[in-house]
């Protein structure tokens, strides 16, 4: 008999799944990179971790951690997100047998590290670009921790073109 681990297998079906899309909450917008990824587990825990004006959310589930989303505040309108987005990208944690590296990009702005994984916010451009992530700075501790349910029905999907 074959022993089938379902965690796995919805971990392995979300990092290959890619449907993006913008959800409007209270207090601010989400741009998801895993459409509905908070209904893909039974038990994780989310983290958002601040990289320059917006919040990376990082999805914990077992002992894997994915880039799920970006949070930006509600200062910024659904044409302020789109041009952001058209001129920067985020790294987590991507790693080669050469380094740590953030593909497409033109130049590193922003790179912290969370639990020791880097996160890197880059402007678009064609290069691979490797960096040291040792002298990025630790965040984890200056993080307050607190549980906190949010109801995504609540949310208003945006179309974005």
């Known amino acids: 008999m074959d022993i089938i681990d ?13 449907e993006h899309y913008l959800r409007e909450f209270d207090d601010d917008y989400e741009y998801c990179f895993i459409k509905d990824y ?39 309108d659904v ?10 990208t985020v790294s987590y944690n991507n790693r080669d047998q050469t380094g740590f590296f953030v593909k497409n990009a033109g130049k590193i702005i922003e790179a912290v590290k969370f639990k020791g ?17 040792d002298p990025l700075v630790e965040v984890t501790k200056r993080y307050e921790h607190f549980t906190q349910i949010v109801n995504t029905a609540d949310a208003n999907s945006i179309q974005m073109i």
């Not at 379902?6 to 890619?18: P, Q, S, T, W």
């Not at 044409?79 to 920067?88: G, P, Q, V």
């Not at 880097?118 to 992530?133: F, M, Q, S």
């Open 38 to 76: 908070e209904l893909l587990f039974d038990e994780f825990k989310s983290q958002s971790i601040q990289v320059a004006d917006c919040f990376v959310t990082l999805l914990e589930v077992k002992d894997k951690t994915f880039l799920t989303s970006l949070l930006f505040p509600k200062s910024y």
């Open 79 to 88: 044409f302020d997100i789109a041009r952001w987005l058209d001129s920067h």
């Open 117 to 133: 994984a880097p996160i890197v916010l880059a402007t678009r451009g064609k290069e691979k670009l490797y960096y040291d992530a």
């Open 6 to 18: 379902i965690a796995n297998l919805r971990m392995e079906k979300m990092v290959h799944k890619v």
